[in-house]
Nanobody, 122 residues
Framework: QVQLVESGGGLVRAGGSLRLSCAAS????????MAWYRQPPGKQRELVAG???????SYTDSVKGRFTISRDNAKNTVYLQMNSLKPEDTAVYYC????????????????WGQGTQVTVSS
């Protein structure tokens, strides 16, 4: 079974930093894209940042210049470094592994972590 486990969330003051990690474990042959999403209270889940298997990155406009996504393919782990945090960054953050294959013959699928809470106080 494949599992994604996030860590690193917590409570921080505005202007502070947090680093989220998400490790995929289990039988994994390959992972295409990895991404971080967030869901603020009472709102829909939104894409925050994504990274391809070759390292190309993309960000939603509101986090550009403040957040950095990276991954360690050998560890099947994706990170999100969050700097200059704002109260509006408060949300549950989820990681997603896209196109994850458990064997060379399997069809890739999407897997999600359970989420980690990030709260930014003003």
């Amino acid at each position: 079974q494949v599992q994604l486990v996030e860590s690193g969330g917590g409570l921080v003051r505005a202007g502070g930093s947090l680093r989220l990690s998400c490790a995929a474990s289990g039988t994994i042959f390959s992972i295409n894209d990895m991404a971080w999403y967030r869901q603020p209270p009472g709102k829909q889940r939104e894409l925050v940042a994504g990274i391809t298997s070759s390292g190309s990155t993309s960000y939603t406009d509101s986090v550009k210049g403040r957040f950095t996504i990276s991954r360690d393919n050998a560890k099947n782990t994706v990170y999100l470094q969050m700097n200059s945090l704002k109260p509006e960054d408060t949300a549950v953050y989820y990681c997603k592994a896209g196109g994850l294959r458990v064997s060379v013959r399997s069809i890739g699928g999407d897997y999600w972590g359970q989420g980690t809470q990030v709260t930014v106080s003003s």
